[in-house]
């Protein structure tokens, strides 16, 4: 596994830190993705290894866990809430609006390599809804209006 010094260093303190070493495969999972952007096979395969488990307990993990991903994302990760009340308030025309803003597609990088939209299961914030996450800034009660002002300042940032 090719990690930056630091995040092996994380690991290695990570790991007496449980009286078993499996306990460890989540915070190993963590670092590794904030290491790399996602979760390779091949990190998975890793981790198993230095944990001294099955690989298919690391894949588990990964998958069974909605914030562990298994592909690159763009530089900004969008997730925009699709449970009922932002469904009903208008999560998918906020979607919508991301999308065509970035001229990207769902759960895809974008062409500029700038942002990927996925929707995302509840973000707890069902007052407000819709509501989305820009990387982990949370943005509530939505309108299309709202997410074109996003899609600017995010626009104006990457030009930065």
């Known amino acids: 596994m090719d990690l930056k010094p630091e995040t092996l260093a994380e690991i290695e303190a990570a790991i007496p830190k449980y009286p078993e ?47 562990f991903r298994q592909h690159k994302i763009g530089k900004r990760h969008i997730r925009v809430c699709r449970t009922l ?19 990207a597609e769902l759960n895809q990088v974008s062409p500029d390599g700038e942002v990927t939209v996925e929707f995302a299961e509840c973000l707890a914030s069902c007052g407000s809804a819709p509501v989305m996450l820009v990387d982990e800034d949370l943005h509530e009660n939505l309108t299309v209006e709202k997410a074109k002002e996003i899609c600017d300042k995010i626009k104006a940032e990457a030009k930065a």
């Not at 990190?43 to 230095?50: C, H, I, M, P």
């Not at 932002?86 to 803003?101: F, H, I, Q, T, Y």
Request: with cysteine; glycine share 6%.
């Open 21 to 67: 070493a499996q306990s460890a495969v989540m915070p190993l999972l963590h670092a590794i993705q904030q290491d790399q952007g996602y979760i390779s096979n091949e990190a998975a395969e890793w981790v198993a290894e230095k944990l001294g488990i099955a690989p298919i307990n690391v894949l588990s993990v990964v998958t069974f866990y909605p914030f």
């Open 85 to 103: 009340s932002c469904a009903m308030a208008g999560g998918a025309k906020v979607c919508d609006k991301m999308l065509s803003e970035f001229e």
